[in-house]
Nanobody
Framework: QVQLVESGGGLVQFGGSLRLSCAAS????????MSWVRQGPGKGLEWVSD????????NYADSVKGRFTISRANAKNALYLDMHSLKPEDTAVYYC???????????RGQGTQVTVSS
């Protein structure tokens, strides 16, 4: 059974930083690209970033490019998202997702709330 468990969210001030983690189990983690997606209050799911199986290729939404860094540790079945220079518009529930593609089609965890105060 595939499980994705996110952690690391919280309340942070404008300009602050957070590190999100995702613990994956139930599948061959290193064989799949992985993604982070988010859903802000009253908004739809938004793709944030994705990473290749080995971690050598990453992609970012324009809204987070230069501020967020995605990484993975295949030996630990773990996915990370380092977030810096956070803005109120980054406030959302952040989900770890298996694979790449349209956010609504990806298997996601339960999410972790990130709230950025102005």
């Amino acid at each position: 059974q595939v499980q994705l468990v996110e952690s690391g969210g919280g309340l942070v001030q404008f300009g602050g930083s957070l590190r999100l983690s995702c613990a994956a189990s139930g599948f061959m983690f290193g064989h799949y690209p992985m993604s982070w997606v988010r859903q802000g209050p009253g908004k739809g799911l938004e793709w944030v970033s994705d990473i290749s199986t080995g971690g050598g290729s990453t992609n970012y939404a324009d809204s987070v490019k230069g501020r967020f860094t995605i990484s993975r540790a295949n030996a630990k079945n773990a996915l990370y998202l380092d977030m810096h220079s956070l803005k109120p518009e980054d406030t959302a529930v952040y989900y770890c997702a298996k694979g790449r593609g349209s956010p609504t089609t990806l298997l996601r965890g339960q999410g972790t709330q990130v709230t950025v105060s102005s």
